[in-house]
């Protein structure tokens, strides 16, 4: 069985520019979630969606958004980019909201310089 | 919002000897406790994980306990091995605004 998946692997961008970060759930689950890694610090929650709708958002700026698409595979997109962005993004599946338990993806490693 | 800690930040143990990783939160609301391991270029994968109408849960050399009236929970791995060697991560979760707030991280160093 397939895992949670994320796309790209790695990226890098330069200040101001704007990023899409893909996810896929585990088959199945129908609710997505997004942290932010910084290099030697645990997880920031962003965003959960479950079921297309926003149910949780996280302390960061407006530049930072998210959407689930019906298939349930979501994105994560930041804009007006910031070198403080830079860091490991991770989502995770579950199979529905709240207290159920949730599975990460390897991420997506980003460089802003 | 809800605050979670965790200690120590690093740990050295001898192969076979237990090690122990205490965190605590502030939400008395908080209620499911899941722990992670994260090994170099991996995310974050769930090895245990406990609910607050539970005070202990085992799941072969791995255990968590919880004591919700002082707001702490506990990850015990006995018999360590070096491939335990990671960072491990507690988290809670703030059900009134579906969120996990995540401990800081101890990394664990198991010497063979």
Known sequence: DAGVTQSPTHLIKTRGQHVTLRCSPISGHKSVSWYQQVLGQGPQFIFQYYEKEERGRGNFPDRFSARQFPNYSSELNVNALLLGDSALYLCASSSGEGTDTQYFGPGTRLTVL | ?112
């Open chain 2, 1 to 112: 919002g809800e605050n979670v800690e965790q200690h120590p930040s690093t740990l050295s143990v001898q192969e076979g000897d237990s090690a122990v990783i205490k965190c605590t939160y502030s939400d008395s609301a908080s209620n499911y406790f899941p722990w992670y391991k994260q090994e170099l270029g991996k995310g974050p994968q769930l090895i245990i994980d406990i609910r607050s109408n539970v005070g202990e849960k085992k799941d072969q050399r791995i255990a968590v306990t919880l004591n919700k009236t002082a707001k702490h929970f506990s990850l015990h791995i006995t018999e360590t091995q070096p491939e335990d060697s990671a960072v491990y991560f507690c988290a809670a979760l703030e059900p009134n605004f579906n969120k996990f707030y995540f401990g800081s991280g101890t990394k664990l160093n198991v010497k063979p």
